[in-house]
């Protein structure tokens, strides 16, 4: 036999030996937790290392010392946070979950160029199926099952060694120590350039994984938790005042979009034609207004509450009192019609009705309802009505990644669209046109509904269209939306608000259009909405504060 063949031979059965000896006496607890953390590192860490060696290799005088001990201390960092974690029986179902946890995340990192904070772990809580199905695809399958799904085989195979409690304590508090050490050494020897570092990139916590979900569902689990449990009033003092005038009653309808950034409203300056029946209408168009977040989660109900972007907190919508509180004690007809995936708490204590598939088969599929289905909700609202009402409509909008289902085909413009959820497979020119085809069928649904309104001679009529937030459509690699406010760019923050009102309201109301044309270009923000909404309804109530209504400056005595 050829020594070559009998080395390979004897190195097999060496190899089939120590699979064997480790099924049949197990792996301790240390070292499987040492063996997760190095395959976390490996293969689900692909965004964190491309920061980092683009930080550290950048410079002129690399900091050798600096990138030879990067994988050694997030090595020790990561086994530390699994260690205080994983204690007997329950190890393994927490390694497992871990697994395929940072699986999913690191997918969606990668493809899509998000980081996990608690917003976006919000996001994930309070997200439905229509939205989840939409980002499934078989190349997040493959790698959840690759990266997930192989190690948690593997370690379901694997049994763990058992030993007395007193033994097994001191052997996870030496590992602990020599963690803690190693940490303590690497950071007190480069204490400035870690420092500088992670100063001045914050994004690096947010992206490392697994510790990153952990941050983040304990940051959700804390805000959900510091939630009062009792519910807050708001204007119990809500009047509607009149003044004593004889006039209409109003009708005010909030267009709340979907992921509609500011940039591609060719209202506000867009080289596309996107809005081309909004312009036909008379509508004012506010170009520089800044959303509360960057996820429905938290713009949602941040804009519906009168505390404003600095002072709201997740979960605040279920325990505080909002806009639609306030004018359903004064005496308006309210209604919110969902569109999409829930009001987040801002609806929960008026009428609310979600739009069902049925509700027209050819604007719906069994999952979900184009937008035009709201312009007939709307006018079975409007029969309904005798008084003052405000009706909410909350869109699907330009919800993405599959924003080619947004809009009918006769809306396809903008060739070639991107049609698929995996976003980076196609040119970014291709995701822009699927995208700016979304903004027009808005755009047409948006024009009908104001068509609707001006053809009503019963009501004093408004709208109000205002998106949730906005949207990264591949500029430097990101994509989607979510981000930490602070990080995320303008496109994901800047967001179209648009007025339309009836001349007979702007009468009533001693509105001078002109003026509220001049303020086009002034900083607002979601923080307006609450206050002039209040203000166009005639609703007094100490709540209300007229330095935050966009109207008060335009307004002049009616007499």
């Not at 350039?193 to 916590?205: F, G, H, P, V």
């Not at 992206?207 to 952990?214: A, G, K, R, S, Y």
């Not at 708001?234 to 709340?256: H, S, T, Y």
Request: proline content about 4%; hydrophobic content about 45%.
């Amino acid at each position: 036999m050829a020594p070559s063949k009998f080395n390979a031979q004897i190195l097999l059965g060496k190899w089939m030996f120590a699979i064997h000896n480790v099924r049949k006496n197990g792996v301790s607890t240390n070292l499987l937790i040492g063996l997760v953390t190095a395959w976390l590192l490996l293969f689900a860490n692909a965004e964190l290392w491309a920061l980092v060696w683009k930080l550290v290799f950048s410079t002129d005088e690399i900091n050798w010392l600096l990138a030879a001990s990067l994988p050694v201390l997030v090595f020790a960092w990561v086994f530390t946070v699994l260690s205080l974690l994983s204690w007997g029986r329950l190890a393994k179902p927490l390694l497992c979950l871990v697994l395929i946890s940072a699986a999913f995340a690191s997918y969606f990192m990668n493809a899509y160029g998000i980081v996990i904070d608690y917003t976006m772990f919000t996001n994930v809580v309070e997200t439905d199926v229509g939205e989840v199905s939409e980002l499934l695809n078989w190349k997040l399958f493959l790698w959840v099952a690759m990266v997930g799904g192989l190690p948690v085989c593997l370690i379901g195979q694997v049994p763990l060694r058992r030993k007395p409690w007193t033994k097994a304590l001191a052997s996870r508090l030496i590992a602990l120590s020599i963690s803690l050490v190693t940490l303590s050494g690497i950071v007190l020897s480069q204490y400035q350039s870690y420092a500088s570092l992670l100063r001045n990139n914050r994004e690096i916590r947010l992206i490392l994984v697994p510790t990153n979900l952990f941050a983040a569902g304990h940051g959700y689990l804390k805000r959900q938790l510091a939630t009062p449990k009792t519910l807050t009033v708001i204007g119990a003092d809500a009047v509607v005042n009149r003044q004593g005038a004889v006039r209409k009653p109003k009708l005010l309808v909030l267009a709340v979009g979907e992921t509609a950034r500011s940039a591609n409203f060719s209202l506000n300056g867009y080289s596309r034609d996107t809005n081309p029946e909004l312009q036909k209408r008379n509508v004012i168009s506010f170009s520089n207004v800044s959303s509360c977040g960057t996820a429905t989660a938290v713009s949602l109900p941040c804009m519906f509450l009168d505390v404003g972007k600095d002072e709201y907190k997740d979960g605040l919508a279920k325990s505080r009192e909002g806009l639609l509180d306030v004018l359903q004690r004064a005496g308006i007809s309210v209604m919110w019609t969902d569109n999409n995936s829930g009001c987040k708490g801002v609806c929960d204590r008026v009428p609310n009705r979600k739009v069902v598939p049925s509700a027209d088969p050819q604007l719906c599929t069994s999952d979900e309802c184009k937008d035009g289905v709201l312009l007939a909700e709307m006018e079975d609202f409007i029969k309904r009505q005798a008084g003052d009402a405000v009706l909410v409509l909350h869109y699907k909008g330009s919800h993405g990644p599959a924003y080619y289902k947004r809009y009918p085909s006769k809306f396809r413009k903008f060739e070639p669209v991107c049609e698929t959820n995996e976003l980076d497979k196609c040119k970014q020119q291709e995701v822009v046109n699927a995208y700016d085809n979304s903004i027009l069928y808005t755009d047409y649904v948006t024009s009908g509904l104001i068509d609707i309104l001006a053809s009503n001679t019963k009501f004093d009529t408004a709208l109000m269209y205002v998106s949730d937030h906005g949207e990264s459509l591949g500029e430097g690699g990101l994509y989607l939306h979510g981000l930490p406010y602070a990080m995320a760019p303008d496109e994901q923050t800047k967001v179209p608000l648009v007025l339309w009102m009836s001349d007979s309201l702007a009468k009533s109301e001693g509105l001078n259009v002109d003026c509220l044309r001049s303020q086009e270009n002034s900083p607002l923000s979601h923080d307006n909405l609450f206050h002039t909404v209040l203000g166009m309804m005639d609703v007094q109530t100490s709540s209300y504060r007229s330095a935050l209504d966009l109207t008060t400056p335009c307004k002049v005595p009616r007499g």
